[in-house]
């Protein structure tokens, strides 16, 4: 089975652009989240969806927002980014809620 | 909500050692407890979990112990190996509420030859 994949791999944005990330779970997983991962604050969780819906989500202001396909692909978004938003954004997906998650390679953003 | 402790953040060993990593949580209702290792540059990868009604679970060299009544868990690896070296993730996940693990912070393993 294909693993998670993420799109694009990297990407290089100035302040005040959006941005949208890509997340393809393993075939016939349902729940996806997203973490931001950083050097200084480690893995911060930033959403959480399944079937469709949101179902958590984490500490981040609204400029961060997502959603899933009815295939399961999930994307995020984040609107006016700050130079603090650099990092590296990880999917998750898992098959069912409380099943283990596996990683994706994530993609890193880099904000000038 | 939960909060996870993780010790030490920086470990170094000589190839052949042990090596052991420390967690604590705060929610005395989480049941799940993964680890995770990520090597440079790569994704974290599922090494090992453990479940509230098991205290101790083995795979090779590496097992994972669980001591409920003192809130900790513990990752242990033995005969380390170069190729060991990564930083090493523990999650704890409450069962029936968010489903959401909290991480620790990391420890960074330093395996010499």
Redesign the interface.
């Known amino acids: 089975k294909a693993g998670?994949t993420q799109t694009p791999r990297y990407l290089i944005k100035t302040r005040g652009q959006q941005v949208t990330l890509s997340c393809s779970p393993i075939s016939g997983h349902r729940?996806v989240?997203w973490y931001q991962q950083t050097p200084g604050q480690?893995?911060q969780?930033l959403f959480?969806y399944f079937s469709e819906t949101q179902?958590?989500k984490?500490n981040f202001p609204g400029r961060f927002s997502g959603r899933q396909f009815s295939n399961s692909r999930s994307e995020m978004n984040v609107s006016t980014l700050e130079l603090g938003d650099s990092a590296l954004y990880?999917c998750a997906s898992s098959l069912m809620?409380?099943n283990?998650?596996?990683?994706?390679?994530?993609t890193r953003l880099t904000v000038l | 909500g939960e909060n996870v402790e993780q010790h030490p953040s920086t470990l170094s060993v000589q190839e052949g050692d042990s090596a052991v990593i420390k967690c604590t949580y705060s929610d005395s209702a989480s049941n799940y407890f993964p680890w995770y290792k990520q090597e440079l540059g790569k994704r974290p990868q599922l090494i090992i979990d453990i479940r509230s009604n098991v205290g101790e679970k083995k795979d090779q060299r590496i097992a994972v112990t669980l001591n409920k009544t003192a809130k900790h868990f513990s990752l242990h690896i033995t005969e380390t190996q170069p190729e060991d070296s990564a930083v090493y993730f523990c999650a704890a996940r409450t069962a029936g509420g968010s489903y959401i693990p909290t991480f620790g912070r990391g420890t960074s393993l330093i395996v010499h030859p």
């Open positions: 998670v729940s989240s480690g893995l969780f959480e179902r958590n984490g990880l809620r409380d283990e998650q596996f990683f994706g390679p994530g």
